[in-house]
């Protein structure tokens, strides 16, 4: 690290406190606190919603993916191009969450089925999300101090302080500062300053990786490694050793990874389905748009957006791979050898080893550019995280108990003060909690606590007329059940495998097994306790319910119902959405046809892993060139959004009674 890279990151944290600033003085009531008035366009929520899932934590996740399956995990990934593109251009979940103009998930929950399921539901979702970011600060400081090849601890007034535990308080207070600076209206824009950071830096280590080593060394290092085996004290961590003959360019060579092969992207393809809109680390955002028409067209604008976010994670990886096996670069892979095994925890050392080959990878300036990446993104992640819980433990947990309501001075009061609480609940929790997992796996069990449960209660209730209360209760209860005794399993019997397999019984088997069984149980019992038609109509705002500027003038003209509509192309579309609407169509067709006729092919006829290699030059280099198309594109479109919500924030009138309470009328009977 030199002082240029030093001063990228001071003049960093100095522009996220100068937008807290101008902010926080925008924000004046509830509704702005938690949803920023419901005035963000689509290119400012595409990149600000993006930030606040991408995370230092989740990009570390996914460095330990890659580094073990390469562009073979790339190939099956692939998967979800056309369920994500499904789900997006049918605004699954996302159209009729914003139609019901709630605030939080839990709110839905009272207007569709009881204020007791939405404590309930309000409470298990706050646990879930805490136990799931309650990690962040961990993995954030433990890479801050392996990056940046910090001491243990420091000396101050002849004090030895931790450095793991300072970095820790310091960056989630920081993040606890913008929560709570302006709410929803700091975090979208500091998460869009933060999301434009991390196009360029993905952008720069892109084509810094390809320059150094050119295409033809990437692709001869991934080649060798299906006749690597161990070799060195760097591939015996117990985490990392690969089978002989795993191939990193070979999808069809990926048998003997037992975490991240095949069954791995089936698995959270199929999750992404039943989780779509239910996770509520970024609640804010759910109920940000102008309309639910705008939410709907940042949901389709994001699978180009997490295109870039995709190929940037996997160009820094696969670089990190490379550096460490190219025959030219010993020196390097020494220094990165000893400072992994300097590392205890085997965990730890998965977690580190991409990062610390990163810091030996990058020149000065991308590697600013890199550290900065990775502060911004744990930063946007947890002032969302922390506002999104704390603002869920107010609204759902203690707001149906009060029978005085808030004044909205006391309301903003004592959401900051909430947004807080999870903080110090993040910093405790890191300071006494061990990983026994990898990180996405974590992620994929504490989540299924709420998911494995809330799923069925909400797509159900959005979309199902028969969906009753006892049915939502017994499917809550049943996904969050087995979610509990998921992690219990894990953290007791860690090494568990399948009868008859060497496949340990990971976090992502246990999300799949909780969220199919609770299905099972939320159906079952509705349809054994239903009693007449929920009024979806009314939940929705539709028809007689219809709440006008939340939908285009062009929806109240006639028109001939003709084949653009038949696809999803409704009245509310411009020129330029169809257009985008169609292109995705067109990519959707495009990307799976690629898939799935190689794929065939490959089953009749199996392709060499040398043959692959042509394949992966055109495919990656169409993919790069649509992503960073995308991320100019998106950049501008978010400039332009963020002044129009400075400019509407100037002159909204506030509405105080929109402050997340469930009033009498609301309710269907």
Known sequence: MTSLDYLILVGFFACLIFIAFITNRMTRSVAGF??????????????????????????????????????????????????????????????????????????????????????????????????????FPMVTANFLVYFLQLPESYSVLGLALPTYHSLMIFMVSFAVLMAVSGGQVTIMVTDFFQGVIVTIAFMGGAFYVLHLFGWSGIIETLLRAESLKNPTELEVLSNLVREEGVSMVNPF??????????????????????????????????????????????????????????????????????????????????HVEAAVNGIHDPYLQSQALVPLALYELFPSGLLGLFLVLMVGASISTDNSAYHSWGSIFLQDVVMPFRKRPFTQKEHLKYLRWSIVMIGVIAVVFSSVWTMKDFILMWFQITASIYIGGASCAIIGGLYWKKATTQGAWAGLITGSLLSVGGIAFRQFYPEVTFPGSEQVINGLHLSVFAIVVSYAVFILVSLLSWKQDYNLDKLLHRGEYAVQTDHLEANTSEQKKGWLQRIGITREFTTFDKVIYLTLIAWTLLYSGIFICITLYNLVNPLASTSWTSIWSWLLGLKFTVAFSAGIWFICGGLRDTIRLFRKLKTVKADESDDGTVRDEEVQS
């Not at 060579?253 to 698995?267: A, E, Q, S, V, Y």
């Not at 970024?282 to 870039?308: F, N, V």
């Open 253 to 334: 060579k990926m048998d003997g990874l037992r975490d991240f092969g095949i069954p791995f992207f089936l698995m959270t393809a199929f999750l992404l389905i039943l989780r779509t809109g239910v996770w509520q680390g970024g609640a804010g955002y759910m109920a940000a748009a102008s309309t639910p028409h705008e939410a709907k067209m940042g949901q389709i604008l994001g699978g180009w957006r997490w295109l870039l976010v995709g190929l940037g994670t996997m160009a820094c990886a696969i670089g990190a791979y490379v550096l460490l096996w190219h025959p030219e670069f010993i020196e390097a892979r020494m």
């Open 34 to 135: 938690l949803s920023s008035e419901r005035l963000a366009g689509r290119y400012l929520l595409t990149i600000a919603q993006s930030m606040a899932f991408i995370a230092a934590i989740g990009i570390i996740g996914n460095f330990e993916a890659i580094y073990r399956n390469g562009f073979g995990g790339i190939w099956w990934g692939m998967i979800f191009v056309p369920v994500n593109s499904i789900i997006a251009l049918s605004g699954f979940v996302v159209y009729r969450y914003r139609e019901t103009r709630v605030l939080t998930m839990a709110q839905f929950l009272q207007l569709r089925y009881s204020r007791r399921l939405r404590v309930f539901s309000g409470f298990l979702g706050f646990v879930s999300g805490v136990l799931n970011c309650a990690v």
